[in-house]
């Protein structure tokens, strides 16, 4: 009986240190080099770096810097199948300080930022100095993109040097556009943007004026909406479209508009 307690002992002597001497996972466990993922590391991760969906997620935009240097000059119907034409490519305004021109291309950059910031897509008609596409060109471009909506900017121009203020036009119903959906939605985002950015620059409001002679309205199948962010004539306002503080303003009212249209049709 002793003799079985004294080999028991043993046995369980021998078990216990082979057990701590052969167990090279005990080893790999304490490794410092890979530590395993903690649900504490994965809750700061999830606190520091939340997944922010912006307000403009999944929206398509197609930014329209109006006019720019065009090579050749021709006329083109101003609405499918339309007789009476227009001018393909046409220069815009221009002020003391820039042409419109170089300023709808700031406008333009400015905007795009701050749609991406909003997680929107974003594409140009033009992205530099040249005007590659004609009025119809640049509505087709959009056409094909089936964007969510066209943003084209402009600036104004008057023999009146007093006139000032900010407009925004949409299409009218004619025998070219006669889309309900393009209509309101052009309308109800009008609206909205208009005046969004008169809240943020300050500037006298023009209101919301409809258009049916403008080709590029003529020719669009996606809801597009044509800001004229003041007047180039105009000294004050002059100034101020050159002061990229107000361009700024004038961009985050476009940005704070549409969010707040695509609000009311989600
Ligand atoms: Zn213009």
Same mark, same amino acid.
């Given at each position: ?17 082979? /057990?701590?001497?052969? =167990?090279?996972? *005990? ?11 903690? *649900?504490?590391?994965?809750?700061? %991760? ?5 997944? &922010?969906? $912006? ?29 009476? !034409? ?16 170089? =300023? ?17 897509? %974003? ?17 087709? =471009? ?5 964007? #969510? ?6 600036? #104004? $121009? ?9 407009? %925004?036009?949409?299409?009218? /119903? ?13 309308? +109800?985002?009008? /609206?909205?943007?208009? *005046? ?5 620059? $300050? ?8 258009? #049916?002679?403008? !080709? ?5 199948? &996606? ?7 003041? =007047? ?12 990229? +503080? ?18 009311? %049709? /989600?």
């Amino acid at each position: 009986m002793l003799k079985k307690i004294i080999l028991l002992f043993l046995f369980s002597l021998l078990l216990t240190s082979c /057990q701590k001497q052969t =167990f090279p996972d *005990d080893n790999a466990v304490k490794l410092p080099d890979t530590p395993p993922v903690t *649900d504490t590391e994965t809750a700061e %991760v999830t606190e520091t770096e939340p997944t &922010v969906i $912006g307000e403009l997620e999944g929206r398509v935009f197609c930014i329209d810097p109006g006019h720019g240097d065009f090579a050749e000059a021709y006329t083109e119907p101003i609405g499918p199948g339309a007789t009476e !034409t227009k001018a393909a490519f046409v220069s815009g305004t221009s002020g003391s300080y820039q042409t419109e021109a170089e =300023f709808n291309l700031k406008m333009a950059y400015l905007l795009k930022g701050m749609l991406e910031e909003k997680g929107a897509a %974003v594409h140009m008609t033009r992205t530099d100095k040249n005007a590659a596409l004609s009025n119809i060109g640049r509505a087709e =471009f959009a056409n094909g993109l089936g964007c #969510d909506m066209v943003v084209r900017i402009h600036a #104004d $121009g008057s023999e009146n040097t007093s006139a000032k203020g900010i407009s %925004v036009l949409i299409p009218a /119903q004619n025998q070219y556009l006669n889309d309900p959906y393009v209509l309101s939605a052009s309308k +109800n985002a009008g /609206q909205y943007v208009l *005046d969004s950015m008169i809240s943020a620059a $300050g500037a006298e409001n023009r209101g919301l004026i409809l258009r #049916d002679d403008l !080709t590029g309205f003529n020719w669009t199948k &996606v809801p597009c909406i044509l800001v004229e962010c003041g =007047f180039m004539s105009n000294p004050d306002e002059d100034l101020l479209l050159a002061d990229e +503080n107000y361009r700024i303003l004038l961009a985050e009212g476009i940005t704070k508009g549409l969010i707040e249209y695509y609000m009311t %049709v /989600q």
